[in-house]
T-cell receptor
Framework: AQSVTQPDIHITVSEGASLELRCNYS??????LFWYVQSPGQGLQLLLK??????LVQGIKGFEAEFKRSQSSFNLRKPSVHWSDAAEYFC????????????FGAGTRLTVKP | DAGVIQSPRHEVTEMGQEVTLRCKPI?????LFWYRQTMMRGLELLIY????????DSGMPEDRFSAKMPNASFSTLKIQPSEPRDSAVYFC????????????FGPGTRLTVT
C-alpha cells in the first residue's frame, strides 16, 4: 500500500533562512507526488507537483522540490523564507491516473522567526 | 473565479442531531472530493464523485455518513446522528477532468459536536 511520511512535525526557521521540508514515500512504482500548503483557517493549496520528467520541479511562491527515486524522497525547498510562509505543509502521493487514492502525510508545521 | 465554496464555515451541534455540510465546486470541474481532517488521523478522503456519480465511498466511516451530488454544482455531506467523535474540519475539493490531480480545496467547515 502506498504511504507518505513527513518526519518533521514542526520546524522553526528564521526569516531569510533557507528551508527544506522532508517527504518520503512508499510505493511500488513512481507515483505522482505533490506538496500542498495550508494557512490557518484555510483549505489546502497546491504548491507543486511531479508526474514525470525533470526531477526538479518549480512551484508557486518560490518553492521547488526534487524527486529522488533512489531515496524515495520528494523534499520541498525554498532558498529564503518569508514570514508569510508560516503554515502547515503537506506532502501527498497518488498512483498515476487514479486521483481518488491520494494519500497525505501528517504535515509539517512551519514557524518563521523574525 | 469564486473557488470552491463551503457552508457553513463553522457548525456547533449537539450529539444526536443531523448535520448537513454543503459544497459548491468550481464551475466546469467534474470531480468532487470530501475530506475530513483531524489531529489524530490527519487528512482522510471520505468520498469521491466523478460527473456527479459516487465512485469510491470506501473512506466513509460509518452508515451515519452519507453524501450526495444531485447536480454538477452542488454536493452535500450529511451526518445523522452526529457524535462527538465526528468533530473535525471537513473539506470539499474539486478538480477538472483533464488534470485530475489539480484538486482545489474549499476553506472547510469546522464541525463541533458536543
Amino acid at each position: 500500500a502506498q504511504s507518505v511520511t513527513q518526519p518533521d512535525i514542526h520546524i522553526t526557521v528564521s526569516e531569510g533562512a533557507s528551508l527544506e521540508l522532508r517527504c518520503n514515500y512508499s510505493y511500488g512504482a513512481t507515483p505522482y507526488l505533490f506538496w500542498y500548503v495550508q494557512s490557518p483557517g484555510q483549505g489546502l493549496q497546491l504548491l507543486l507537483k511531479y508526474f514525470s520528467g525533470d526531477t526538479l520541479v518549480q512551484g508557486i511562491k518560490g518553492f521547488e522540490a526534487e524527486f529522488k527515486r533512489s531515496q524515495s524522497s520528494f523534499n520541498l525547498r525554498k532558498p529564503s523564507v518569508h514570514w508569510s510562509d508560516a503554515a502547515e505543509y503537506f506532502c501527498a502521493v497518488g498512483p498515476p491516473r487514479n486521483n481518488n487514492d491520494m494519500r497525505f502525510g501528517a504535515g509539517t508545521r512551519l514557524t518563521v522567526k523574525p | 473565479d469564486a473557488g470552491v465554496i463551503q457552508s457553513p464555515r463553522h457548525e456547533v451541534t449537539e450529539m444526536g442531531q443531523e448535520v448537513t455540510l454543503r459544497c459548491k465546486p468550481i464551475s466546469g470541474h467534474n470531480s468532487l472530493f470530501w475530506y475530513r481532517q483531524t489531529m489524530m488521523r490527519g487528512l482522510e478522503l471520505l468520498i469521491y464523485f466523478n460527473n456527479n456519480v459516487p465512485i469510491d465511498d470506501s473512506g466513509m466511516p460509518e452508515d451515519r455518513f452519507s453524501a450526495k451530488m444531485p447536480n454538477a454544482s452542488f454536493s452535500t455531506l450529511k451526518i445523522q446522528p452526529s457524535e462527538p467523535r465526528d468533530s473535525a474540519v471537513y473539506f470539499c475539493a474539486s478538480s477538472p477532468g483533464d488534470t485530475p490531480y489539480e484538486q482545489y480545496f474549499g476553506p472547510g467547515t469546522r464541525l463541533t459536536v458536543t
